[in-house]
């Protein structure tokens, strides 16, 4: 079976094609500045191995289906063409948000897109283009299952007294507003892969999974479920990311408008896009935050400790939520790679029986590993996530 995994965003399209006999990845694309003078496409067939073959493409592409229509093309026409148009079995998608309707992966049938075009004010920065790419992937692969897997289904075990914020109730009635979370597909990803490197069921686990990367989120899974998550209505809350706030106290939105007279659009987007990280140090890339601290600027320390201190204090909160933690995941851009952040997140932690080993958190791997001490109560684990292959799997599950 062969897998084509879009994720459309506003103005780009990131795709694999999944050979799901061995996992193997036939084709990764990247469509970027859509809708711009001048757009691209970045193609490589084969990736990594000695058969690898990079395609790249400028000129303008006026529309998602236009880039998407191109990127088939690569894939299915001409010299590097991998696989015929009518090889592809599945088209899976990643859609940031569900709501509470959908809380497993679908199949697309007609009927579905009055409630699936609901879930576009849950997610406006990111469901409108997610769907926009099923929609053209409807058009394009007439009769092909086009499977939807939603970033937020994996929260969808999280109990009310965890989802519900202390709002008026007709709130969470009428306007759906609760913690829906994000991430989800990688959570659910990397808690499975720790339960099988650990050779044990996720259902008797109880983990805490750590998702760093430009946006960054964590979870509580009890049982192999998710308990509880950092992120909550919006990908706004919770840990510090590159650009995004992450907890504020909501009452700092009065108090900006009233002290800088700014508007409720203008503060989202200090919130969004000129916080976090950026804010503090001016920098949203962790590589570039270590090379300042490297040189003693003070504020890249800064950011770094808030950083590390915030999600520091949410493992503290996560262990109250389980109870019995067996592991603690990092995954994504920083949490793969980023062996400082790791040591200081954990640091002051060994006394709950978490220890990591400094060697083992030094390798430089694209590898899962473990790099908690032997006599570390609570294993702490990198692996690396991939979410593609986990929308594949999905797809395949479902239409099987
Ligand atoms: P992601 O959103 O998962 O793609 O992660 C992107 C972020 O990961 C970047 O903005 C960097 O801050 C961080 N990152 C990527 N590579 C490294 C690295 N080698 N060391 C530290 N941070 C990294």
Redesign the pocket.
């Known amino acids: 079976m062969k897998v084509l995994v879009i994720n459309s965003g506003s103005s780009s399209i990131k795709y694999q094609l999944i050979d799901m006999s061995d996992e193997s990845v036939m084709v990764t694309g990247l469509v970027e500045r859509i809708g711009e003078d001048m757009g691209s496409l970045t193609s490589k067939t084969f990736p990594g191995t000695d058969r690898e073959v990079k395609t790249e493409i400028e000129k303008p592409i006026p529309t998602h289906g236009v880039g998407l229509e191109m990127s088939i093309d690569l894939i299915c026409k001409g010299e590097n063409a991998v696989c015929a148009m009518d090889e592809i079995d599945v088209v899976g998608h990643r859609v940031v948000a569900g709501g509470e309707k959908f809380n497993v992966p679908v199949v697309i049938t007609e009927d579905m897109w009055p409630d699936l075009t609901e879930t576009e004010r849950l997610a406006p920065l990111h469901n409108p283009a997610n769907l926009g790419g099923a929609k053209d992937a409807t058009k394009l692969f007439p009769g092909v299952p086009q499977v939807l897997v939603f970033d937020t289904a994996f929260h969808q075990t999280i109990p009310p007294h965890a989802f519900m914020y202390a709002l008026p109730y007709e709130y969470y009635e009428e306007d759906h507003i609760r913690r829906y979370g994000a991430h989800g597909t990688s959570h659910k990803y990397v808690a499975n892969e720790c339960a099988r490197l650990m050779g044990k069921p996720v259902e008797e686990m109880n983990l805490i999974t750590i998702?760093?990367?430009?946006?960054a989120s964590m979870s509580a899974v009890k049982n192999g479920l998710c308990a509880d998550t950092s992120m909550g209505l919006t990908p706004l809350e919770g840990l510090v990311m590159?650009t995004r706030s992450g907890d504020v106290d909501p009452a700092v939105h009065n108090y900006l408008a009233v002290n800088r007279g700014l508007d409720i659009a203008a503060i989202d987007n200090i919130l969004h896009k000129e916080s976090g990280?950026k804010g503090l140090c001016g920098m949203?890339?962790?590589?570039?935050?270590?090379a300042a601290v490297e040189k003693g600027d003070e504020r890249a320390k800064l950011a770094l400790n808030v950083q590390t201190y915030r999600t520091r204090k949410y493992i503290g909160s996560y262990m109250a939520v389980l109870g019995r933690v067996d592991a603690i995941v990092f995954t994504?851009?920083?949490?793969?790679?980023?062996d400082i952040?790791r040591a200081e997140t954990i640091e002051g932690l060994e006394p709950f029986g978490m220890k990591i080993d400094p060697e083992a958190n030094g390798i430089?791997s694209k590898e899962a590993r473990r790099i908690s001490t032997a006599d570390s109560d609570v294993a702490i684990w990198v692996i690396p996530?991939n979410e593609e292959l986990a929308i594949a799997r999905e797809a395949v599950a479902l239409i099987k």
């Not at 998702?211 to 946006?215: A, F, Q, S």
């Not at 994504?332 to 980023?338: K, M, Q, V, Y």
């Open positions: 998702h760093m990367g430009n946006g590159g990280l949203n890339d962790m590589r570039d935050i270590h994504a851009g920083i949490g793969e790679n980023d952040v430089r996530t």
